[in-house]
């Protein structure tokens, strides 16, 4: 039934359809205000429905002409969020705040904090936490370009950094608090633990360098228990720069050097030496 007045009102006993080739339904408009395109029984305000048809299998374009804004949202009348789409990204904008999350052609952008399964940290950039506390729970993962773990941490809090043969290169024990270098599966024995299999060959598993050209002088130096009584000190010392002469290995209790093994491959005492000590 179609009523024509001062309101151009258009009216239906049942519910409004609009029609195409033949008796089609199109558009359907029922009497609790909801619109169905190609749906007859809408269940939200605004239902669209595609078919197997080129046009009909996007069943909704938006083209903005003047602006990137494409789509508002709207929260009890107020513009909360809108989507944005350009030639060169799609972005979600949150309204009087700025760009949120925007995808480009092979990449992606985070325009803010980031919490991935947690919320996010205010002083971190990326946050990621582990779906439980477990060893076989993880919450971090970095790869190479071929994919390959190089940097995991579980949900212990342990971290492990893998070699090229994705074994396991380096573990922080996050219960004990010690880090252990090479192919450790278990719990590092002591603050700082070292492996490694260098084969038949005799090198070294742990090399240290001092790179000062004045002083010269690698030094390794232990403190004692409280930290503030004394040290015992190391030192490589090659005095003269570009040549052996005058090197030596010395060994010191706050001081350096009490005891010399020269270069020359005698040893040097800075001290009395006993009879009684030999």
């Known amino acids: 039934l179609i009523v024509d007045d001062n ?67 709207r929260r009890s009348g107020t513009s909360e969020w809108w989507i944005k789409a350009s030639a060169s990204n799609f972005t979600v904008h949150e309204n009087g705040v700025g760009d949120q999350f925007s995808v480009y052609s092979g990449s992606a952008r985070v325009h803010g904090l980031l919490g991935v399964n947690k919320g996010v940290n205010a002083a971190v950039a990326i946050s990621a936490a582990a779906d439980s506390t477990a060893t076989n729970s993880y919450g971090l993962e970095i790869c190479n370009a071929s994919a390959n ?17 994705n074994a396991v290169g380096m573990k922080f024990d996050s219960t004990s608090g ?44 232990f403190e004692d228990y409280n930290g503030t009584i004394a040290d015992g000190l190391i030192d490589f010392v090659i005095p003269n720069a ?16 009490q005891i ?19």
């Open 7 to 73: 309101n151009s009102v258009v009216r239906a006993s049942g519910p409004l359809l609009v029609q195409s080739g033949g008796a089609v339904s199109t558009i359907t408009l029922d009497a609790s205000q909801k619109v169905g395109i190609n749906d007859s029984n809408p269940d939200r305000k605004v239902s669209i429905i595609g078919d197997s048809s080129s046009g009909g299998q996007y069943p909704l374009s938006l083209d903005a002409t003047n602006t990137d804004y494409a789509l508002e949202f």
């Open 149 to 165: 773990t190089r940097f995991l941490v579980n949900g212990l809090g342990d971290s492990f950094f893998y070699k090229t043969d």
């Open 178 to 221: 010690r880090l252990g270098i090479g192919p450790f599966s278990g719990t590092p024995n002591s603050p700082l633990h070292v492996l490694g299999d260098l084969g038949s060959s005799v090198s070294a598993v742990v090399r240290i360098r001092g790179t000062n050209a004045t002083a010269r002088t690698t030094r390794l130096q």
């Open 242 to 257: 570009g040549s052996t002469t005058g090197g030596y290995l010395g060994m010191g209790f706050n001081q350096s050097a």
């Open 260 to 278: 010399k093994m020269l270069q020359t491959g005698a040893i040097e005492f800075g001290g009395n030496i006993l009879a009684s000590d030999i």
